[in-house]
C-alpha cells in the first residue's frame, strides 16, 4: 500500500452523514475507500462489499441505510456494523468490510493508508 496519510477536517465528517471518499490506487484504478462518523468516532474502510466486489454507496457518500444504523451496500442490500465493519443481514453474513485505520486528533481526521 502506498506510504501516505489522508486527512480530512472534523467538520467535514457528520454524525451518521455522507462518508468522505478517497482514491485507493494501490488496490486498483477505480478502487476506493470512505470514512464516515458514528456515535462520534471515525470508521474508515476500502469500499468494497463482501459479498462481490462492487462499491457499497447508493449514490456518491451515501453509505448508511434509511435509518441510519448500518452501513448498506446498495447492490445487495448487506447491512454492516458501521463500528467493526461486520456484516449482520444479507448474502455475506459473517464476513467484514477491509478496515483502514483512522485516527481524529485537534479537529482533523487522519486515514493512515500507510498502515493498511
Known sequence: MSEAVLTFNSAELLEKGDGLRFAMPALGPHASGFVVRYQGKA???VNRCAHVPVELD???GKFFNMTQEWLICA???AMYSPQSGRCIVGPCQ???LSPI???EQDGIVTVHLDQF
Do not use: F, L
Request: charged fraction near 15%.
Open 101 to 103: 485505520p483512522v485516527s
Open 43 to 45: 470508521y474508515a474502510y
Open 58 to 60: 447508493w449514490e456518491h
Open 94 to 96: 459473517g464476513k467484514s
Open 75 to 77: 447492490t445487495h442490500g
